[in-house]
């Protein structure tokens, strides 16, 4: 079975502060996604990555950034947290075999910047 | 661009009858279309896919979805509703020749009563 894994199902942060949300995948999927999960607005997505070392912003990738160093691990950066931030994270990667591929989701990390 | 609508918030069945989640979509071209179940404080879980071919789609834990080009809508259905299908219902769609990325409904809240 496909396993992504998010490092954290919840994390509390303080205004201001850096923080990391880390996403592994173990299925060597070329494709890597972050999104967030707000009550209403379903899944937006933040940014996304097709190989190592790229990425591309998705809808809404102000006052985040990302990182992938290594092809099975993706990592979502919030340069300065702010409370507009609170959310849920969802991490997602899928195949490289074309377009019609389903995405595989992490558990979701639950953010509170407080 | 792509978008998907979910025109309800929630939908109220009763345990043994038939269910229907409904959802309409928005692309450029020819579709890709998902839809994905989301349990309490949990990740998606994938359930069913539309590429090609047949436009009733058969998928995980009884439920289907029936394509329909001309009204560009992708409905959940079930023949008989369980109290355990409550949950959070989200559909998808990808161009097939736009991003990589799924871009989700709002999400419709099924609430099965027994």
């Known amino acids: 079975d496909v396993k992504v894994t998010q490092s954290s199902r919840y994390l509390v942060k303080r205004t201001g502060e850096k923080v990391f949300l880390e996403c592994v995948q173990d299925?060597?999927?070329?494709?890597m996604f972050w999104y967030r999960q707000d009550p209403g607005l379903g899944l937006r997505l933040i940014y996304f990555?097709?190989?190592?070392?790229?990425?591309e912003k998705g809808d809404i990738p102000e006052g985040y950034s990302v990182s992938r160093e290594k092809k099975e691990r993706f990592s979502l950066i919030l340069e300065s947290a702010s409370t507009n931030q609170t959310s849920m994270y969802l991490c997602?990667?899928?195949?490289?075999?074309?377009?019609?591929?389903?995405?595989?989701f992490g558990q979701g990390t639950r953010l509170t910047v407080v | 661009a792509q978008s998907v609508a979910q025109p309800e918030d929630q939908v109220n069945v009763a345990e043994g009858n038939p269910l229907t989640v409904k959802c309409t979509y928005s692309v450029s071209g020819n579709p890709y279309l998902f839809w994905y179940v989301q349990y309490p404080n949990r990740g998606l879980q994938f359930l069913l896919k539309?590429?090609?071919?047949?436009?009733l789609v058969k998928g995980s834990y009884g439920f289907e979805a029936e394509f329909n080009k001309s009204q560009t809508s992708f409905h959940l259905k079930k023949p008989s509703a369980l109290v355990s299908d409550s949950a959070l219902y989200f559909c998808a769609v990808r161009d097939r020749k736009g991003r990589r990325a799924l871009t989700f409904g709002s999400g419709t809240r099924l609430q099965v009563q027994p």
């Open positions: 990555s097709y190989d190592v070392k790229m990425k």
């Open positions: 997602a990667s899928s195949p490289p075999q074309g377009m019609n591929t389903e995405a595989f």
């Open positions: 539309y590429i090609t071919g047949d436009n």
């Open positions: 299925m060597d999927h070329e494709n």
